[in-house]
């Protein structure tokens, strides 16, 4: 029985149009639900990054990294185990005025990577960012409070080790 763990994907693309369509068709075509993902620009100019967080075993991340590379506007692809990266997301939390000035939640958000970003007659914004499980642990704390709205991020996440991407660039041009 292989074992399923959670793997962040690492995907620097260039910038075409319905790439996304074509990176997640990928992850469908096999049944692999994205837990999370994030796009953004990379260190290389003119490269974009995708990061894809799935649960799957090695030998799925293994054959997936090679189907992503399949795709000519896949420059390269990794994967990674959360012991290979630093990683973060980030949480916005509405909340109704009438817990504003409620000291449980003003000591909550001092232990945590959490604070009041926007504030305005009938409610008020707090921010969070951390770890997965950290996200989770402030939802939990403030669900008693009435959310208006909750909205996190996907997973960005930097390597432990070097990826040598732009030295793979330069060895392509």
């Known amino acids: 029985m292989e074992t ?16 996304l369509n074509r990176l997640s068709a ?7 639900n994205i837990e999370s993902m994030a796009v953004s620009k990379s260190e290389i100019d003119n490269v974009h990054r995708f990061t894809f967080v799935v649960n799957i075993s090695e ?13 000519i506007e896949v420059i390269r692809a990794f994967y990674h185990t959360k012991d290979e990266i630093i990683y973060h997301e980030t949480a ?9 000035y409620d ?5 909550k958000l001092k ?3 959490a604070h009041i970003i926007s504030i305005t007659e009938r409610y008020f ?17 403030l669900k008693p409070y009435g959310l208006l709205q909750f909205v996190r991020s996907g997973r960005i996440a930097i390597t ?4 040598a991407i732009s030295e793979l660039l330069q060895e392509i041009n």
Do not use: C, W
């Open 59 to 71: 030998i799925q991340a293994y054959k997936l990294v090679g189907q992503l590379e399949k795709q």
């Open 92 to 100: 916005l939390f509405k909340i109704s005025n009438v817990h504003l």
């Open 111 to 113: 232990f945590r990577r």
């Open 103 to 107: 000291e449980k939640i003003q000591n």
């Open 26 to 32: 990928i992850f469908l075509k096999r049944h692999i």
């Open 160 to 163: 432990k080790p070097k990826m």
């Open 125 to 141: 914004v707090i921010e969070a960012s951390g770890l997965k499980e950290d996200i989770d642990n402030m939802y939990d704390k």
């Open 4 to 19: 399923i763990i959670n793997f962040t994907f690492s995907v620097y693309t260039e910038n075409n149009v319905g790439i």
